[in-house]
Every structure is written in C-alpha cells, then in structure tokens.
C-alpha cells in the first residue's frame, strides 16, 4: 500500500472521533456532519506541503473542527432563541436500532453512546456558553489536555481550565445510579401504563416533581412550555394518546438509555428520553420535531417490511 493512499485512509479514519466530538458539542447530527465535512474541507485545501508538516493529523482536524462547533454554537444561540417552543438535542438511536438506515442513521451508528450522550448530560451542556462546552467537553468527556484546548478557543491554558470549572459548577451531583434493569423496568411500566390510559398509574409512576420537556420545532402539535408535575404530566400524555389513535408504543434505545418510540402507520412520530430516579420518573424529554427524527425513519420502514414477511408467511 502505498504512503499515500495510507495517509488518506488515517485521515478519514478520523471520521468516527470527530464526529463523536462535534455531536457532543452541538446536539445536532446534521450540523455535527458539517461541522466534519467543512474540517476536511480545510484539510485538503491546504498546500500538501503544509499537510505533511504536520504530525498529527487527527489532532489538527480534532482542533479545526471545535472551532467550526464554537462558531456554530455561537449563531445557534440566536436561532434557537427563534425556536418555537423548546429545543432539544438530536434524539440518538441505538447501535443498529433503525432498521438499515443511511445517511444520519448510519452517522448516528458512530457515535460511542455513553453518559455523554443521555438526554439529561446533553440538555446541561446546552446551559453553558460556547466557550465553557467546548472546554468542558473536550478535557472533561475527551480528556483533551488545556494546551490544546487553548489553540482551539484562542485563550491560555490557565482561561481554559477556568472555563472548564465554571462549566462543572452547572453539572448536578450525580444520583445514586440506578441500575439498567431498573430503568428498563420503569420505562416499561410507563409504556404499559400510557397504552392503556391509565393516568392513576402514571400518576404513581412519575414523581410528583416530575418535568415534561417537548421539542415540536413549530412543526407539529407539541408543549410550547415545560410541563411541571406528575398529576398534570399523567392527563396530558393520555390526551395524546387520545388524539392519536392507532398509536404503537415501542421500547428502544435513546441516547444510550432506556426510551420510548411512537410510530403512527408505519412512521416514528414522537422519540422520547427518560430519567429514572429512586424507580420514578424524573425527567421526560419529548422528540416530535420530524426534523430531527430522520434517523429514525428507516425504524419504521424496517418494522413494516417485517409485518409484511410475517403475512406472507403461509
């Protein structure tokens, strides 16, 4: 193999990494994807001189591509000030669990899914400034050293890590964890109680401090505000269920953790995140935004193309 060709295939090896860096910093598969094209675009515009000259590649495209993320945070935050209703996080499949995908289903495959991609980290990230997440993520989640982190926001080292702490004051205490089959277990309860409209087991099921966040995008029918307590979440997730006949409920992998897919002939309509404290539910976020529900599209498509073989079946 000639020097060459090895040295393109280690710079598009890189791919996963970045790609796993910039979903972390933007929440977004689609800008995540651009924020990688545009860094190797910068690459391979550079002289092939100035390319050899450098060491290491995937370091220098690790540092072009926060940069991209730091720009794009900083416009994202006027447009989501735009936003109607809340913003949420791409909502992220499991491994393999949309069916044969391509395009960001076969992106969101890349993504190593870990506590630093649940619902609940994601959404706290979105509290820090452009500054504070990129450093927090990058020394915190990647274990980047500050002197790198430095060339990538233009500061010191020392601004750095004062950047990083400010942004680890924002992060809660971490609960007690609960164990995956605890999880799984109140997911599920709650999925049973939601198809059967039963609002005095969800009232059980969720704590009484419980939140409900949905992200519509102004695109479908979704909360424009929080929803604040289990007996006020419980009546409105049967309400849905109410004006969505023919809803099918399945238990999947969202963002690593147990979650829930709604589809409606054949289509996912509505992906949402949980979390589980103390066997209750705490936290639920709400994905109906088609928008970002593309990775899930090829789900669907899988599931029905399933029903049919099961027809055909003599």
């Known amino acids: ?135 927090f993520v990058l020394h915190d989640v990647f274990r980047y050293p500050f002197a790198e982190i430095a060339e990538v926001l233009g500061r010191t080292p020392a601004a750095c890590k004062q950047l990083a702490a400010s942004a680890r004051r924002r992060v809660p205490d971490a609960p007690a964890p609960v164990p995956a089959d605890a999880r799984s277990d109140a997911v599920r309860r709650v999925k049973e109680a939601w198809q059967n409209k039963d609002i005095a087991a969800l009232v059980d099921l969720l704590d009484p401090a419980a939140v409900m966040t949905a992200d519509g995008g102004g695109l479908v029918g979704a909360a424009l505000r929080p929803i604040e307590g289990g007996t006020r979440i419980a009546p409105y997730m049967v309400a849905i269920a109410d004006r969505a006949p023919g809803l099918e409920l399945l238990e999947r992998t969202v963002n690593g953790a147990p979650g829930l897919v709604a589809l409606r002939d054949g289509a996912v309509v509505t992906v949402a995140s949980f979390d589980v404290a103390e066997g209750r539910v705490v936290r639920i976020w709400v994905v109906r935004n088609p928008e970002k529900l593309q990775p899930w599209a090829a789900l669907g498509a899988a599931l029905g193309a399933a029903e049919e073989e099961v027809r055909d079946v003599p």
């Open 1 to 135: 193999m000639g020097a060459a060709h090895a040295g393109i295939e280690g710079i598009a090896g890189e791919r996963g990494q970045l790609i796993n860096v910039a979903y972390r910093l933007l929440g977004s598969l689609a800008e995540s994807e651009d924020a990688v094209q545009e860094a190797y675009a910068r690459w391979y515009a550079l002289p092939r001189s100035r390319r050899d000259e450098i060491v290491s590649p995937g370091a220098w495209l690790t540092r072009v591509t926060g940069r991209i993320c730091l720009d794009v945070l900083g416009s994202a935050r006027v447009r989501r000030e735009r936003y109607v209703g809340a913003w949420l996080p791409d909502p992220l499949p499991g491994p393999g669990g949309h069916g044969q995908g391509s395009g960001l289903a076969d992106l969101a495959d890349r993504i190593v899914q870990d506590e630093s991609v649940t619902m609940a980290f994601l959404v706290v990230l979105e509290t820090m400034t452009p500054a504070e997440r990129v450093s």
